[in-house]
């Protein structure tokens, strides 16, 4: 089932942390398993924000040998920072099993990000220049109240509440994800991609790295390949309805867009309200009037659609 919503400002900053979580409530029916979101902040130069996960929620129930691996993850994961000299600005743990890092880093992503993920037991969620990508088991409410999300104030984001079906309930396998390494595109998708392996498997053979075995990351990487060869988001969304199988409707986010598209069935539902200085988009009518109670009018995509708006 799950439940997906998106958020995007086109005339600055505002509080997408609260909204978001708000959105993501409403919606806690399609999905009470877990809860993520991937929002947009203001960049600095040459800075990134990592998320980084060094266990599951329920590992910390194996007494004092993980507590003890979890002090080791975070102090290779520190090693590692220190060895390619990356300057940590600011470093925090909203939980025992999380980290937030905001570095500053001139060198190549992909070289830092397979560094850290090396790392054994742990797993970026993200790196980004805006990207701040959390998720956790539970519903919003709890989720955000746990990392401080409410004071996030930003232009964007994308946000997911998972009824598990095919895969554990853990945060490896939660929404949204990360396009690993690139920076700041994330993705939420409600379906099933029927053709992932074939695509995942070119995709490898071409260079690319997966951390989960979940389908929706397929597309946030996909994305990915597509803007670095130099398409456009929209080219990317309306390539995908010919070469992806399956049912979907999925938002993709950058540094500065926001995109949505529906497959040729349309099976997955999305509902769109767009203003002058806002677009909101969810699965149900219901999320968008969390933020929005006054009277207003929505719209269903239609088959093949795709959207982008941009911040």
Same mark, same amino acid.
């Given at each position: 089932m799950?439940g997906?919503?998106g ?7 505002? !509080?997408i942390?609260?909204?978001m979580?708000?959105m993501?409530?409403?919606l806690?029916?399609?999905?009470p ?13 040459n800075?990134y =924000?990592?998320?980084?996960?060094v266990a599951? !929620? ?6 004092? !040998?993980?507590?003890?691996a979890?002090?080791?993850? !975070?102090?290779?994961?520190?090693a ?5 000299g ?37 797993e ?9 990508l959390v998720?956790?088991?539970g ?9 401080? @999300? ?5 232009t964007?984001g994308?946000g ?7 895969s ?9 994800y ?8 994330? =993705? ?5 991609i ?5 695509m995942?498997r ?14 929706s990351?397929l597309l ?9 060869k130099?398409m ?10 010919d070469e992806?199988?399956g =049912?979907?409707?999925?938002?993709i986010?950058?540094g500065?867009?926001l ?6 069935m ?6 769109l ?8 988009l ?9 933020i @929005? ?8 995509p ?5 959207r =982008?708006w941009?911040?």
């Amino acid at each position: 089932m799950c439940g997906i919503a998106g958020l995007i400002y086109r005339d600055g900053a505002r !509080k997408i942390g609260e909204e978001m979580t708000a959105m993501l409530q409403a919606l806690r029916h399609r999905g009470p398993d877990s809860t993520g979101f991937a929002m947009y902040g203001a960049p600095g130069p040459n800075e990134y =924000v990592m998320r980084f996960k060094v266990a599951e !929620k329920e590992d910390l129930d194996g007494g004092t !040998k993980i507590h003890r691996a979890i002090r080791e993850r !975070k102090a290779a994961v520190g090693a590692v920072l220190e060895e390619l000299g990356v300057d940590v600005l600011e470093q925090e743990e909203p939980t025992e099993y999380a980290l937030r890092s905001r570095i500053s880093f001139g060198g190549d992503l992909k070289n830092l990000a397979d560094h850290i993920e090396e790392v054994e037991g742990g797993e970026i969620l993200s790196i980004g220049n805006a990207l701040e990508l959390v998720k956790d088991l539970g519903d919003a409410a709890s989720v955000s109240e746990t990392y401080a @999300l409410n004071t996030f104030e930003g232009t964007h984001g994308i946000g997911h509440t998972r009824m598990a079906t095919e895969s554990d309930v853990d945060i490896r396998s939660a929404h949204p994800y990360w396009a690993y390494p690139y920076n700041d595109i994330a =993705v939420v998708h409600n379906g099933q991609i029927t053709n992932y392996w074939l695509m995942r498997r070119q995709l490898e053979r071409d260079g690319q790295r997966f951390v989960s075995h979940c389908d929706s990351e397929l597309l946030a990487v996909y994305t990915a390949v597509n803007l670095e060869k130099g398409m456009t988001l929209e080219e990317s969304l309306r390539r995908s309805i010919d070469e992806i199988d399956g =049912v979907f409707t999925y938002l993709i986010t950058t540094g500065n867009e926001l995109g949505m598209a529906k497959d040729t069935m349309a099976a997955k539902p999305m509902v769109l309200y767009e203003a002058d200085d806002m677009v909101a988009l969810a699965s149900e009518e219901v999320a968008i009037r969390a933020i @929005l109670p006054h009277e207003i009018d929505t719209t269903d995509p239609y088959d093949e659609e795709v959207r =982008v708006w941009q911040a």
